[in-house]
């Protein structure tokens, strides 16, 4: 039993709880907010469609695989290793594609490995950029992302580099 | 326009790539499952995005994001002064912010979502600042647990899956920075060049 498992049982049960000993009619309240998600989901889902279907289109071409190839020399020289290549494209834009890679990684490198665990913490230490990008901004009707995305990679570059460096410090290459 | 660049670019090169490699004829499919994917995803969270709005309406009509809210106030109003002048979308940061925190992703996102419409209100389709700020931070994560992963590591056997906690918390807490760091440097450089 994690932390987080217990966390959704007891916020649902507090929410509850405190509605209803302040007198508020919690299930209206509950049903009125879940139509407001519905009203959400609808505007996410355009946005989601185009995206994927881009995304499908670069790892079925071969295009994400020979991207990650050319990158690998550049990797090494600052102390990532060349194998998470393929992670470190797919990690902004698909987070089950992510999963996928990175599991598989872990699996082929060893799960305690160095290329394992640095894997791991890029893996628990990001979210999808694109998707979180596309989600949020679809829903606000937003179209000019101005600095948004180039200040979001500017995070995920010094994410990769430090997941390395971490492990290095923690766990010694 | 980034977007309509990234979307284009990503279609032109798969294309270009597919003659090359002789994967041509799967670009049709991929695509096709690509966005039968989104529909599939939309659906699957469905069920937990509207409960956790329905949550989050519980919460607000008995005042208690109001009291998490004002946990949260010092940090918020500093990162995003012009949002917490509205106590509604200040309470949707801080929500949003303790969610991410707890792991609870999907209770974070229709969080966020509610804090990022209040906040793109009559900006006719830009993102202000403060906006970009906000969506830079949730691009990074700041999860104190990350289940997923351990999930991952535990199931191939992994000799303490947690123990990669430390590494994580530095990357994290490093990545956060930056993004708040670069988001504030390039709101000053476009500010300047206009």
């Given at each position: 039993?994690?932390?987080?498992a ?17 007198r ?5 309240a509950l ?10 989901l609808?505007r996410?889902?355009p ?20 991207l990650?190839?050319l990158?690998?020399p550049?990797l ?6 060349a ?13 089950s594609?992510?999963?996928a ?8 490198c060893?799960?305690d ?14 979210e999808?950029t ?13 179209t000019?992302t ?21 492990v ?6 | ?15 270009a790539?597919?003659?090359l ?18 529909v599939?995803?939309?659906v ?11 949550v989050?309406?519980v919460?607000?009509?008995s ?10 106030h010092?940090?918020?109003r500093r ?24 792991g ?5 996102t ?15 389709g ?9 969506v830079?931070l ?8 990350p289940?997923?992963v351990?999930?991952?590591r ?13 590494a ?20 000053r ?6």
């Amino acid at each position: 039993m994690s932390l987080s498992a217990l966390a959704v049982p007891a916020l649902l049960c507090a929410a509850g709880l405190y509605g209803a000993l302040r007198r508020v009619d919690v299930y209206a309240a509950l049903t009125h907010g879940a139509e407001e998600g519905l009203g959400v989901l609808l505007r996410v889902l355009p946005p989601l469609v185009g995206l994927l279907a881009a995304v499908r289109m670069f790892g079925a071409s071969g295009a994400a695989e020979l991207l990650a190839r050319l990158l690998a020399p550049l990797l090494t020289r600052v102390g990532i290793p060349a194998e998470t290549a393929p992670l470190l494209l797919i990690r902004p834009i698909s987070g089950s594609g992510a999963l996928a890679v990175g599991s598989e990684l872990m699996e082929r490198c060893g799960v305690d490995s160095y290329v394992g665990r640095v894997a791991a913490v890029m893996l628990g230490s990001s979210e999808t950029t694109f998707y979180t990008v596309a989600v949020y901004y679809g829903a606000a009707g937003i179209t000019k992302t101005r600095h948004t995305i180039p200040a979001a990679l500017c995070a995920d570059l010094t994410m990769f580099l430090l997941s390395a460096f971490a492990v290095r410090l923690f766990f010694g290459a | 326009m980034a977007m309509t660049w990234i979307w284009t670019g990503m279609v032109a090169l798969s294309l270009a790539c597919g003659a090359l490699t002789g994967n041509l004829g799967a670009l049709g499919g991929a695509a096709l499952e690509g966005a039968r994917s989104a529909v599939e995803l939309c659906v699957s969270m469905a069920g937990v995005m509207c409960l956790w709005t329905g949550v989050m309406e519980v919460l607000e009509r008995s005042g208690a994001t109001a009291l998490l809210a004002r946990a949260f106030h010092p940090l918020l109003r500093r990162l995003f002064p012009r949002a917490s002048r509205d106590a509604e979308t200040l309470a949707a940061l801080s929500a949003n912010l303790s969610a991410n925190l707890l792991g609870l992703g999907n209770a974070a996102t229709p969080l966020g979502i509610r804090a990022a419409r209040a906040m793109a209100r009559g900006s006719g389709g830009a993102a202000s600042d403060e906006l970009c700020l906000f969506v830079v931070l949730n691009t990074a994560s700041i999860q104190l647990l990350p289940t997923t992963v351990a999930g991952v590591r535990a199931a191939l056997g992994a000799g303490d899956p947690f123990d990669i906690l430390p590494a994580v918390w530095l990357a994290s807490l490093g990545s956060v920075l930056a993004g708040v760091a670069a988001a504030r440097l390039l709101a000053r450089v476009r500010r300047e060049r206009t």
